[in-house]
């Protein structure tokens, strides 16, 4: 029965569901309402779009090509963004137009100038200054529509798409100068798709940030001519003597012409091509309309000569090394140290240089033909693995590529001591027994030079007779069976001396199979005349800054050694690998009076030839084979690239302090050493400084160094006094060591 009389407590509660109620119809209502408004508001847009219905040829002409316009190119619009914003990463330093490269000056390791390398940046000359000739004529060249395109220049593209297509190959390009220029500010040189997109977009960038002379501008002044000339006035200096200002109309064609290709082009290095080159941009003047055939009429006649720069003492293959290696240095250094130009003192034996250079020409002269080889490779360093010399190939105008360095190379047999010493620090020893018989991993059998089996051996009759089966055999007992835990320890033995480049692991490694660069298995070798010490190639002793600043040093600051064998097992590597010279297939590296020991390498189809081995003052590699990977003619690492081992070797331990192998006994004769390559006798170093003597004299150096920059804070506080001759320059620092020291190789 319902409650006639409410109890007035409950009055909250109606009053509460009432208002719910009313809210709930309130949002029905506005919901059905919006409803209704959107229904509507639908049907007038269609009834409008109807009105706007195009159909027939209007609609599949007009309207859906548009249509699809408009969605393509709102994706291409994301798209481009998207591929933008890489390129313009490169700009977010607000100083990139300031920021100057990496410059060095290089001293050899007596402190005199040898080379430089890098970017020295020279921007005094004006645009309005330079003759006409060289500006119209790197237009012509280079870009003729320059002025009147926005950075990219599609007609351009268009028309060396056509020309390349006509010859068949790439004659033409088609970047612009604005383009070129923002690969060398901001990009490197590396031909792929993603740098292409950057550089397009970095032009655009260039065009709407500096006018079309200042972009001319820097390009002309730090694009690189060759020579290590960066930029026009550089480069007139560097091939002509003369400012920029100064020179002719052929003198500019021929400058106008190294922008495509410096190092082809360089009259310095092949003075016919050069011309060839400058006759060619004569006749771009000619065809572009800025000159006519008369005015460049006599330049055809009367062709440039550049002055006189024979660089054939210049260490060009080790200051390219060298300078690789002083980037990763300075790239340690403080942001205080704001200067980018740097005074290096490196470990070049500038002598040892120039007869490693001499010694690998003159064999592959006299022998190459018969052994079917035409290039070489070198590197000698001290046991803390300072190089002395490097040999990068035969002719540095002919070809940049370091061999030394960059190349890989099976290394062959000379890859074994790393197998050996590994069985050494697991409990083997040099008289331990391996049998020399067939062995087998999956299908890969391998099997000896000579071609038949010895039976059983001790391991230092194996490393000594080279013998294949035998460092396949300790690869699998090292593993406990299983031949690639056993390979795995080999790989880590060798990355631990020092073999940094990748080892892939296959059934061949332990004999050598996979590829290493010269200079890391030459120094890694120092780690066992070291005692189990590691060692890190390095080029230089010290770093200063361009006013002379110590800033780094190789002993205060290089990578110190690291002990990666034990002692016991470097001596037991030091006698195999000794008698591998004395005995077995490094004869001809014997050196009379001197210790030695190393390990010939040569690979299948004879296509690699190794010498590597040490004595107790140096370290040294000789590669020889060809660029092109084609066999030689039988040659072994036991041949030329002993004897040209022989030969450096035997030079470059004249007039220093021997010092003996650890563990082997003193020579019996006092050195008496002869050339084995060239056939005649090994020349004689002049010498007039022992190593304390040349270390005295570095020590009075530094004293005067510090003396002048004293003074000359002193002078510049007011005080008395005159810098006279005492000058703290880098430049100055050669006056004693030039003129008192003719070095010796081993100082």
């Keep these: 029965m319902t409650d006639l009389f409410p109890d007035p407590g409950d009055d909250w509660q109606i009053k509460l569901k009432r208002r719910l109620l009313d809210l709930d119809a309130r949002i029905d209502t506005a919901v059905f309402q919006c409803g209704k408004w959107a229904r509507e508001l639908y049907e007038r847009f269609t009834a409008a779009t109807d009105r706007l219905h195009v159909a027939g040829w209007r609609r599949w002409l007009l309207i859906e090509p548009l249509s699809e316009a408009a969605t393509l190119g709102t994706g291409g619009l994301i798209l481009m963004l998207a591929l933008a914003v890489p390129a313009f990463r490169q700009t977010a330093d607000n100083d990139w137009l300031k920021k100057t490269q990496l410059a060095v000056t290089f001293l050899d390791r007596y402190g005199n100038e040898i080379g430089s390398r890098g970017i020295k940046h020279n921007d005094s000359v004006p645009l309005e200054e330079m003759p006409d000739g060289l500006i119209k004529a790197v237009l012509a060249t280079e870009d003729r529509r320059f002025y009147e395109h926005f950075g990219i220049d599609f007609s351009g593209i268009f028309r060396a798409m056509v020309t390349n297509a006509r010859a068949g190959g790439v004659v033409q390009g088609g970047s612009t100068i604005t383009q070129q220029l923002a690969k060398n500010l901001f990009l490197s040189n590396q031909r792929t798709l993603k740098r292409k997109i950057n ?23 730090r694009a690189y001519l060759g020579g290590g000339a960066f ?8 091939y002509f003597g003369k400012s920029v200002r100064d020179i002719t109309l052929p003198e500019a064609a021929m400058i106008a012409g190294l922008f495509k290709a410096p190092t082809k082009y360089s009259p310095l290095v092949n003075l016919p091509a050069a011309r060839a080159r400058a006759n060619v941009v004569l006749d771009n003047l000619v065809d572009a309309g800025f000159m006519t055939e008369g005015q460049v009429y006599g330049a055809r006649r009367h062709p440039a000569t550049p002055i006189d720069r024979r660089e054939g003492d210049a260490p060009n293959y080790y200051l390219d090394w060298a300078f690789d290696e002083v980037r990763k240095i300075v790239d340690t250094f403080p942001a205080s140290i704001g200067n980018r130009y740097f005074v290096v003192r490196t470990a070049l034996d500038p002598n040892l240089q120039r007869y490693a250079e001499q010694t690998v020409e003159a064999a592959l002269r006299q022998h190459g033909r018969d052994y079917g080889a ?3 490779a070198v590197v000698i360093a001290d046991l803390g693995g300072a190089v002395r010399a490097m040999v990068g190939g035969r002719d540095y105008g002919e070809s940049q590529f370091n061999r030394a360095v960059d190349a890989l190379r099976q290394p062959g047999s000379s890859f074994k001591p790393y197998v050996y010493a590994t069985a050494l620090a697991n409990g083997f020893t040099p008289n331990s027994v391996v049998v020399d018989s067939p062995v087998c991993i999956g299908n890969w059998c391998p099997h000896n030079y000579s071609g038949g089996f010895s039976g059983p051996v001790t391991l230092m009759q194996a490393i000594t007779r080279s013998i294949n089966i035998i460092p396949v055999k300790l690869s699998i007992a090292l593993g406990g ?49 070291n005692l189990g010490e590691a060692v890190t190639a390095d080029a230089a002793l010290d770093v200063r800054t361009g006013s002379g600043r110590l800033v780094w040093r190789f002993d205060r600051d290089g990578k110190k050694p690291r002990q990666v064998l034990s002692p016991q097992v470097a001596l037991e590597m030091v006698a195999m690998m000794h008698s591998v010279v004395e005995n077995g297939t490094g004869r001809r590296a014997r050196l009379d ?22 004595t107790g003052n140096f370290v040294g590699g000789v590669w020889m084979g060809n660029d092109d990977f084609s066999p030689t003619k039988r040659m072994t ?12 070797m035997a030079y470059a331990h004249q007039g220093i302090e021997l ?11 006092a050195p008496a050493v002869t050339a084995a390559a060239s056939g005649g006798e090994t020349p004689r170093q002049q010498i007039l400084l022992t190593r304390k003597g040349t270390e005295a004299l570095f020590h009075v150096e530094r004293m005067l160094d510090d003396a002048s920059r004293a003074l000359a804070q002193t002078t510049a506080a007011g005080g008395p006094g005159k810098l006279g001759a005492l000058d703290g320059r880098p430049g100055a620092r050669n006056t004693i060591a030039a003129a008192s020291v003719q070095p010796s190789s081993g100082n």
């Design 593 to 614: 009076g001197i210790p030695v020991a190393g390990k010939t390498g040569t690979t299948n189809a004879f296509r690699d030839a190794w010498f590597v081995g040490y």
């Design 199 to 221: 550089e397009a977009f970095l032009a655009l960038w260039l065009e709407s940030h500096l006018t079309k002379n200042e972009i001319f501008k820097l390009y002309l002044d």
């Design 231 to 238: 930029g026009v006035d550089a480069a007139a200096e560097y």
């Design 374 to 376: 035409s290039q070489a």
């Design 481 to 529: 069976g299983n031949a690639k835990l056993g390979r795995a320890k080999i790989i880590q033995t060798a990355r631990n001396c020092g073999i940094w480049t990748p080892l892939p692991d296959t059934p061949s490694l332990p004999i050598g199979a996979d590829a290493v660069n010269v200079l890391e298995h030459t120094v890694a070798y120092a780690t066992f005349p």
């Design 637 to 648: 690492g036991g041949s030329l690239p002993a004897m040209v081992w022989h030969d450096i």
């Design 659 to 669: 010092r003996l192998l650890p563990g082997l006994p003193p020579p019996q004769h």
